[in-house]
């Protein structure tokens, strides 16, 4: 009888540890995935952007203002792609579902933690789509091929080179040809043929290149940085949200 009555008093004892009512295994293995998802994606984000804080944008801030636009045009385009788009879109949706899932449950104690980290996760996200991507698009409207820039200046250089050096020089015969024809041309005419396709063509260029790369730089620099940061500090955030999930299951 008095072993009855201690297993009668350690019977409820054991059903009380148990989880908790509408709380069941299969609804903690979902919020354990989600978090550990979210945690990853937010980790990959973090790494890419700290990557290009610390790594991508000082080393092409020693290129030249071509090399600088064509390589920002290239990875800007090469980036959209499904293995940059899964892990930063799809921590938002993780998210908020593992938020409703720690409402009611033993993984409750994670919750501030899980909205501190969605939190940061926006602003980051917000970050980028209101920042970073208008100023990638506006660089990529920047031309960097040679062949566009360099036909208004063969134009007008060919025309001058053709006109008044060619001309006389071509005319009176080889004497004169030699002497004031030949000098017109690489005078006058071959100085301002070849002025106005290598000098102002070449400048204009140049100084779209550096007025493009004056406008982006800077500014997309530094809010990588703060995305980069809250990104990181979301990634944190996470991985004690899913440390405190994972302990209140054996409290």
């Given at each position: 009888m008095r072993g009855q009555g201690v297993a009668a008093l350690r019977g409820p004892v054991s059903v009380g540890s148990g989880p908790r009512p509408g709380y069941g295994g299969a609804t903690r293995a979902l919020q354990t995935t989600t978090l550990l998802l979210?945690?990853?994606?937010?980790?990959?984000?973090?790494?890419?952007?700290?990557?290009?804080?610390?790594?991508?944008?000082?080393?092409?801030?020693r290129s030249g203002d071509r090399t600088f636009v064509q390589a920002m045009q290239n990875i800007n385009r090469a980036i959209i792609n499904g293995w940059f788009l899964l892990p930063f879109l799809l921590p938002i949706?993780?998210?908020?579902?593992?938020?409703?899932?720690?409402?009611?449950?033993?993984g409750r104690v994670a919750l501030p933690w899980i909205l501190a980290?969605?939190?940061?996760?926006?602003?980051?996200f917000f970050v980028t789509s209101g920042v970073n991507v208008p100023l990638n698009n506006a660089l990529d409207k920047a031309e960097t091929s040679e062949g566009a820039t360099?036909?208004?200046g063969d134009g007008s250089g060919d025309g001058l080179a053709d006109g008044p050096g060619g001309g006389p020089g071509d005319g009176p015969g080889e004497g004169s040809g030699d002497g004031p024809g030949d000098g017109l041309?690489?005078?006058?005419?071959?100085?301002l043929g070849g002025g106005a396709s290598d000098g102002p063509g070449?400048?204009?260029?140049?100084d779209r290149l550096k007025a493009a790369r004056d406008s982006f730089e800077r500014r997309w620099v530094t809010w990588n940085i703060v995305r980069a940061l809250a990104h990181t500090a979301a990634f944190g955030l996470l991985a004690w949200a899913l440390f405190l999930h994972g302990t209140a299951g054996t409290a």
């Open positions: 979210a945690t990853l994606g937010a980790g990959l984000m973090a790494g890419l952007f700290a990557a290009f804080a610390y790594a991508v944008m000082p080393g092409l801030g949706p993780l998210l908020i579902l593992a938020t409703v899932l720690a409402w009611n449950g033993p980290a969605l939190v940061l996760y926006m602003a980051g360099d036909g208004s041309a690489g005078g006058p005419g071959g100085r070449d400048g204009s260029r140049r």
